[in-house]
């Protein structure tokens, strides 16, 4: 008997003709890693739900078909044995949190498994050492970071101690290093414990290879399942992008096997490239160069000496000084708490220093605050229901406009449909995916065409087209002479569209230069083709980078080894 068997399974939330799920039938056997990978709204989320036995009971709407849990309906079952079995850390930490303190939140669920509190102590002690929760055990979770409201929400699942982990985008706001802790966390949960994981993933080079099997979605049913290598070779022979760069890479050339981890990836590159006498190491390929500069290089920002320390003692930035040129695209990394959305925040005037200086286009807005650049600036939070209050997607955009005193309406039109955006145009946004939400809050802040754009993670929750799309339309508007700042823990997008990359570290600027300067020299904030081609290849970033040095050399020789 598998330990989940979904039948014919059809979904309609409240107030809407579309079905979020359209006769899924799945079987999931106790014990597997199953990876759901698919495009924003295909319905990877609902389906996560409905294992969770939250849909229709929690979410209303219509539903057909049946989900059974170990034999059960999984809607007669008791809510408390339920919650004993499956366990599940949404995509948006914000609505999982209850509690004003950390220790308080991780025990709140054992409270209402009724558990004893010796029991509940040992619980709480073990899942804060594991999860290194220790220096935030007595913090107040408003003031966490979005990763560290991730790694929390995920603490106090596992505290309840689960048979069944369903994980909706855990990584989505966690550093690399972070995010390879959480990922090596479920696969140790997974293979040591026999718990059964159901992931859902954007970023697919963190997870694809750990999974037993891949299901790929797309409007609601599951249109491609599969191990992780016959998953890559079908989505890429299909024209898709839910593929890890390595494996999108090794899959136009004529191999036997696609690889789809960097092992096996350098394996294979190194025994060619051996057998057939290529030295690439000073080949020469283009990268993802930087716009031509329109204007004469001055600086959009100059940060000078920031020092800042929050009202409870602790430090967000330390000495940070920071120069921006006008019509960059540069990307802040670094890990949760390093101080780069509070560095974000300096630069929109939304905190003032305690120490320093701020100069934004010439401005000094270090006393007058977010009022000096507010006509000029768009910033976008980690959080994208901050900005969603209208009724429908079209009236969100024309709210903005008209704070601006914008009568243009032209401008709604072409944003959304360079966001995709354009069918929601009369939904309510907080109906869409948290994906489709991103999107929305995006759109809301870049309609009256800033001179500088900040954005503090805008890939979370964002598919691989979607991603691409955006990363374009931000190198475009650097090529109009506008300057971008993006926040993210996404390396493969920073490595894809930026020109600088910025690392913090503990409230400080640890290092700061051309991309390929940072990347190429981190050993874990590098992107995925980077870590194959490191020593083998130089220079080697992105996907369109590795096939300019690799692919001219490959025509004519002989085939490739097996991997």
């Not at 049913?221 to 593929?243: D, H, S, W």
């Not at 960059?328 to 990394?333: G, P, Q, R, W």
Request: proline residues 4%.
């Amino acid at each position: 008997m598998p330990l989940f068997k979904v039948e014919n399974l059809t979904y309609y939330y409240p107030e809407t003709n579309h079905a979020a799920l359209s006769n899924i039938n799945l079987a999931i056997r106790e014990g597997e890693f199953i990876l759901v990978a698919g495009g924003s709204g295909s319905g990877k989320s609902s389906l996560a739900r409905a294992l969770a036995g939250l849909i229709p009971d929690f979410y209303g709407g219509k539903i057909g078909g049946k989900v059974y849990f170990k034999g059960k309906d999984i809607r007669t079952i008791d809510r408390r044995k339920l919650a004993r079995e499956v366990g599940m850390v949404f995509q948006d930490p914000e609505k999982q949190i209850v509690q004003t303190h950390v220790e308080a939140e991780i025990a709140f669920g054992l409270e209402n498994l009724g558990l004893g509190n010796e029991e509940m102590l040992r619980r709480v002690a073990e899942v804060i050492s594991f999860l290194k929760l220790t220096p935030l055990r007595e913090a107040f979770t408003a003031n966490l970071s979005g990763g560290q409201k991730q790694k929390l929400a995920l603490a106090s699942v596992l505290a309840m101690q689960p048979h069944v982990l369903i994980l909706d985008e855990p990584t989505s706001q966690l550093d690399p290093v972070s995010a390879e802790e959480i990922l090596n966390l479920a696969k140790r949960l997974n293979e040591e414990i026999g718990f059964t994981v159901i992931m859902i993933e954007q970023r697919l080079e963190r997870c694809f290879h750990l999974a037993d099997r891949v299901l790929l979605m797309a409007k609601g049913q599951i249109v491609c399942e599969g191990n992780a290598p016959e998953v890559a070779r079908k989505t890429i022979n299909g024209g898709l992008p839910f593929a890890p760069p390595v494996a999108r890479f090794f899959a136009g050339l004529n191999i036997p096997a696609v690889p789809v981890t960097v092992k096996e990836g350098r394996k294979l590159l190194r025994q060619y490239l051996h057998t057939n006498q290529i030295n690439v190491e000073h080949q020469t390929g283009e990268g993802c160069s930087g716009p031509e500069d329109l204007l004469p290089e001055r600086n959009a920002v100059s940060l000078k000496n920031l020092w800042f320390t929050y009202p409870g003692g602790q430090e967000g930035l330390r000495d940070v000084s920071l120069d921006i040129m006008e019509g960059k695209f540069v990307a802040i990394l670094g890990e949760n708490g390093a101080g780069k959305s509070t560095l974000l925040k300096h630069i929109i005037g939304m905190l003032k220093p305690d120490r320093g200086r701020v100069e934004v286009l010439g401005k000094d807005i270090s006393k007058n605050g977010f009022k000096a650049n507010r006509g000029f600036t768009a910033y976008l939070s980690q959080n994208p229901n901050d900005y969603l209050f209208q009724d429908t997607v079209e009236d969100e955009l024309l709210f903005t406009l008209k704070n601006f005193g914008v009568k243009e309406s032209s401008v709604v039109d072409e944003m959304l449909e360079k966001l995709q955006l354009s069918r929601y145009r009369q939904t309510n946004p907080r109906d869409l995916s948290s994906g489709e939400r991103q999107r929305v809050a995006l759109a809301s802040v870049l309609v009256t065409t800033p001179r500088l754009i900040i954005l503090d993670e805008p890939t979370r929750g964002v598919d691989y087209c979607l991603k691409a799309e955006l990363g374009k339309f931000l190198r475009q508007e650097t090529v109009k002479g506008r300057t971008v700042i993006v926040v993210t823990h996404d390396v493969e997008f920073a490595a894809e569209f930026a020109d600088r990359v910025v690392m913090m570290f503990a409230g400080r600027i640890v290092s700061n230069g051309e991309k390929h300067d940072v990347l190429g020299k981190s050993v874990f904030y590098s992107p995925q083709l980077g870590k194959m081609c490191r020593g083998i290849c130089a220079g080697v970033l992105t996907l369109a980078e590795a096939k300019a040095k690799i692919y001219p050399l490959t025509g004519d020789r002989a085939a490739w080894p097996k991997v």
